[in-house]
């Protein structure tokens, strides 16, 4: 949190200064005034700030001291696109900070004395999914991302996107333009997978004849292997045009993910992930079994089948049948179910030598209990939410779990969102060995 210390009274004009003290959760700086807390956005911890109140809001005047972590924001549209919230900070420092989110989480949580956390910064211009909004306007499409709680800002430029798809937004742009199908608000997912660009396209008008040649020259023109439309009232796709097959490799695996697929953000991040997951199991041999908890389509399931047998569970059924069907013949068995509904129960897990997951974004609320009242000792958790990795996460502590270790993944870079990877035991066995291993390491969180 950014708390700022009032240094000096009013001046003639009713300015005042204060200094920051840290980064609220949304990355705005926090300033504590006469006992209440307001946020200053595009300010950074240790700045000397001159604001004045206009009416009950802090303005500021000028930053009298800047941060030694303020750096020159890379993009033309920071502060007006909402795809960045936190530019104007060093990368190292914003790595930092984000760690600062999941220390925090797992200290509310109820663990202390952490280990040192491993950490990961992805590299700009690699995103490789991206959720777009469309609007359309007199005589033109915008196509971009929503500026902060506001309507969306046409990306004539972004630091974020891989540059092969970023190159197809001018010629998307001018086809999109044509569709009669995008009255106002729309919205497409664009996936990079390694067969091409995937594109789900939701508009609220169904597409027209005309609309769908419009579509299937523009994937021709391109090599798109395949245009998806999805009915925003039933969540129905449909294939638009199809050029070629859809393929991705998730290192054993090759998959073909259904439309809109999730897909971690950056490859180099999702790198670290497996890379982390796969060092946080504790030893195995091959015939133990893996539970493996929101599976996707088989990020993780491909490189844990090379170290136990995996059984897999999906709730999205189109992603389920897309691991089935890249399993035939690995050790793995995938499952579609509804883990909030019917999570798994202890007895589920009796055979279970280790748990990893990887809920969506809300976390794993209702699986949590069950797990922590079975019999698995080791858990590996995956999280893009530092709020509910923290609900999740008290769970196990509650049951007698330790965190052996986390690693913290900044895949979405400046913005406030953090990747982390956490170990957690509660084999003695396992958590003596580890702690003898940090002896020598730096000091703890
Ligand atoms: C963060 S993604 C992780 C996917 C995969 N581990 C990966 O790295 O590609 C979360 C996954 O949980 C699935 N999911 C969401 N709600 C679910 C539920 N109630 N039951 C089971 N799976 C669910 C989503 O479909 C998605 O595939």
């Not at 999805?230 to 045009?241: L, S, Y």
């Not at 913290?408 to 291993?437: A, C, G, M, P, Y």
Request: aromatic share 6%; proline share 6%.
């Amino acid at each position: 949190m950014t708390v700022v210390t009032i240094m000096t009274s009013e001046d003639i004009t009713g300015a005042i200064s204060v200094k920051v003290e840290g980064l609220g959760y949304s990355g705005d700086g926090f300033v504590k005034y006469n006992e209440e807390k307001f946020f200053i956005p595009n300010t950074l911890p240790d700045e000397t700030l001159k604001i004045r109140f206009s009416g009950s809001r802090p303005e500021l005047i000028e930053i009298l001291e800047p941060s030694q972590n303020r750096v020159s924001p890379v993009c033309n549209l920071f502060n007006t696109c909402g795809g960045c919230a936190l530019q104007h900070m060093s990368l190292p420092a914003l790595l930092d900070w984000k760690t600062s989110k999941v220390a925090n989480a797992l200290n509310g949580a109820g663990f202390s004395n952490l280990p040192q956390p491993n950490q990961y910064q992805t590299s700009p211009k690699t995103r490789r999914r991206m959720d777009f909004a469309i609007q359309r306007i007199p005589g033109n499409i915008i196509l971009g991302l929503h500026r902060r709680n506001g309507d969306p800002v046409d990306m004539q430029e972004c630091q974020l996107l891989d540059e092969r798809l970023f190159n197809l937004l001018p010629d998307l742009r001018e086809m999109l333009s044509h569709l009669g199908a995008i009255t106002g608000r729309a919205s497409l997912v664009i996936n990079l997978f390694d067969s091409g660009a995937d594109f789900t396209l939701s508009t609220s008008a169904a597409l027209s004849a005309s609309d769908r040649m419009k579509i299937a020259d523009f994937t021709q023109k391109h090599h798109i292997p395949r245009f998806s439309w999805q009915d925003p009232k039933n969540h129905i796709i449909e294939t638009v045009a199809q050029t070629q097959s859809v393929r991705h490799t998730f290192q054993s695996g090759v998959a073909s993910p259904p439309p809109s697929a999730f897909l971690q953000a950056t490859p180099d991040a999702e790198e670290k992930i497996v890379e982390s997951v796969l060092s946080g199991l504790p030893a195995l041999n091959r015939k133990d079994i893996i539970t493996e908890l929101f599976a996707g389509c088989g990020t993780l399931t491909f490189p844990l089948s090379e170290k136990g047998r995996v059984i897999a569970f999906e709730g999205e059924s189109q992603a389920a049948s897309c691991l089935k069907q890249a399993s035939g013949g690995k050790r793995i068995e995938s499952h579609n179910r509804d883990l909030m509904r019917r999570p798994l129960l202890p007895h589920d897990l009796k055979s279970t030598r280790v748990v990893v997951l990887d809920p969506p974004y809300g976390g794993a609320s209702a699986q949590m209990l069950p797990l922590s009242k079975s019999t698995v000792s080791d858990i590996v958790y995956i999280s893009c939410n530092p709020t509910a990795l923290e609900k999740d996460a008290a769970v196990l502590k509650k049951a007698g779990f330790s965190v052996i270790d986390w690693s913290v993944i900044d895949q979405f870079l400046w913005s406030t969102e953090v990747e982390s990877v956490i170990t957690f035991s509660r084999d003695q066995k396992r958590i003596k060995r580890e702690n003898s291993r940090r002896t020598h390491s730096a000091p703890s969180h």
